[in-house]
């Protein structure tokens, strides 16, 4: 019993070198694939079946998160564009900006067209702009602008535009001449070594005399004259010298034969203050003026020319037939306005009733016969009737030239029994010579009277 007690551990030992050996062999013979799956020594000692290989643990991996894309719409291509590369679809375009700006592009002038000679500093250079733009669809208006930007009144010595102005006209020979000043002059005079503060009494006897020579020269050359008046600024003392400035241009352009065009209230708000923004040529408020508060924008500019476009257009005179001449193809033709002789035969038309038959284009009622046909060679309408004939109009029943409003032929009555007028307190005839026989005896008068007294008025029927 103790031997077999010993032997125990004996073979158990035995048994694990055995195990190993085998192991060992398998591993030698099995293919790589099988040696990364054999069983361990534990496993085979202890557990696991004859044969079976003991399968590793599964990575189990979370599922990938599914990356969200934002959708971005393709801009849609019309069908003419699907098939065109990208060179031809930028030639297209290019194309149709050029043909939109041939659209817009300006008439030719006239041979007899007549120009406009635009001078002044650079709020001239705005109005010029403006102004070019305005005229461009009218082919008898031509604008010529000469405009020195720094220039002024006041620095005779970097442009003298008294002694400037008649060669600017010979060259241009303008029918008008627009002038626009005064943004650069509020500044001192400089004149022979001394200066002359701002509208001082000498800088204002000096500054005066500068604006009339101007004026002077524009009607020597021939031009008329058209004064624009200064704009207001965003600074309040600039916009008092603008104020003084006005009155000055206004008396010179007026006694030189001109016009004066006064543009301050386009450019303020309802109580007279500067505004930047204001309404437009279509009404709709825009930015008139920059943030310097000076100068124009386009739209300033469009509405600068709009003051000044109608009075130039009426200094030049042109007629209608050159306006029409300038308007669209939708507008009314002279061709189709009435002519003198259709004016002075035509007749009033009365209202027409419900019940006349004229109303649904008859000319008689059911039944009756036709209308009597006018004499070939006359002319029956009351013009006619009245003028060559010396015939009046035939009065209308109701009407205030009816004068027979009571039917009846004469004022007094012939009859008394049966006229229903007796009865309204008239007499007859009869009756008057009756009365006037026996008022020639004075006897009977009292008779008469009595007579007269008892007579009662017979019973109506």
Same mark, same amino acid.
């Given at each position: ?10 073979? $158990?030992?035995? /048994?694990?070198?055995?195990?190993? =050996?085998?192991? @060992? !062999?398998? *591993? %030698?013979? +099995?293919?790589?694939?099988? &040696? ?45 564009? $699907?098939?065109? /590369?990208?060179?031809?679809?930028? =030639?297209?375009? @290019? !194309?149709? *900006? %050029?043909? +939109?700006?041939?659209?817009? &592009? ?61 060669? %600017?006209? +010979?060259?241009?020979?303008? &029918? ?61 003392? %600039? ?223």
């Amino acid at each position: 019993m103790a031997d077999e007690t010993r032997a125990r551990p004996a073979r $158990a030992l035995l /048994s694990a070198v055995l195990a190993c =050996a085998l192991l @060992a !062999g398998q *591993a %030698a013979h +099995a293919p790589p694939a099988e &040696a990364q799956q054999r069983r361990g020594l534990l496993d085979m000692l202890f557990g696991g079946g004859r044969g079976e290989a003991r399968q590793p643990p599964q990575r189990v991996d979370p599922p990938p998160q599914r990356r969200q894309v934002k959708k971005v719409r393709k801009p849609r291509r019309d069908a003419g564009s $699907a098939g065109r /590369s990208r060179s031809d679809r930028t =030639a297209a375009a @290019a !194309g149709a *900006a %050029a043909g +939109a700006a041939a659209v817009a &592009a300006p008439v030719e002038k006239s041979e007899t067209a007549r120009t406009v000679l635009v001078i002044g500093d650079f709020m001239a250079g705005s109005l010029a702009k403006g102004l070019e733009e305005a005229v461009s669809q009218n082919r008898e208006i031509r604008v010529v602008s000469k405009v020195d930007g720094s220039s002024g009144l006041v620095r005779d010595d970097h442009f003298d535009w008294p002694a400037e102005i008649g060669q %600017a006209i +010979a060259d241009s020979k303008p &029918a008008v001449v627009v002038v626009m000043l005064g943004a650069n002059d509020r500044q001192a005079i400089r004149e022979a070594g001394t200066s002359l503060g701002l509208r001082t009494t000498e800088w204002s006897e000096r500054y005066d005399a500068r604006v009339e020579a101007l004026a002077a020269a524009v009607r020597a050359g021939g031009a008329t004259l058209v004064w624009v008046g200064a704009l207001p600024f965003g600074i309040d003392r %600039a916009n008092e010298d603008m104020v003084y400035f006005n009155d000055l241009y206004r008396t010179a352009a007026l006694k030189a034969g001109g016009e004066f065009v006064d543009v301050w209230g386009g450019f303020t708000d309802a109580n007279g203050a500067f505004t930047a923004s204001g309404p437009d040529m279509t009404g709709q408020t825009a930015r008139l003026r920059n943030s310097d508060g000076i100068t124009l924008t386009g739209a300033g500019q469009d509405k600068l020319a709009y003051f000044v476009e109608k009075p130039v257009t009426r200094v030049l005179g042109l007629s209608v037939d050159d306006l029409v001449a300038s308007l669209g193809a939708q507008q009314l033709s002279a061709d189709d306005l009435p002519s003198v002789d259709d004016l002075a035969s035509t007749t009033s038309t009365p209202p027409v009733s419900f019940s006349d038959p004229s109303l649904d284009g008859g000319d008689r009622l059911l039944g009756g016969g036709p209308a009597p046909a006018a004499a070939s060679g006359t002319d029956a309408s009351p013009r006619a009737r009245l003028v060559v004939a010396g015939a009046p109009h035939d009065p209308t029943e109701g009407r205030a030239d009816h004068f027979n409003w009571t039917g009846r032929a004469g004022a007094v009555s012939p009859t008394t029994r049966d006229n229903a007028i007796v009865f309204r307190g008239s007499t007859t005839l009869d009756e008057l010579r009756r009365q006037a026989k026996d008022a020639a005896a004075p006897e009977a008068a009292d008779a008469a009277d009595a007579a007269a007294r008892n007579l009662s008025p017979p019973t109506a029927p």
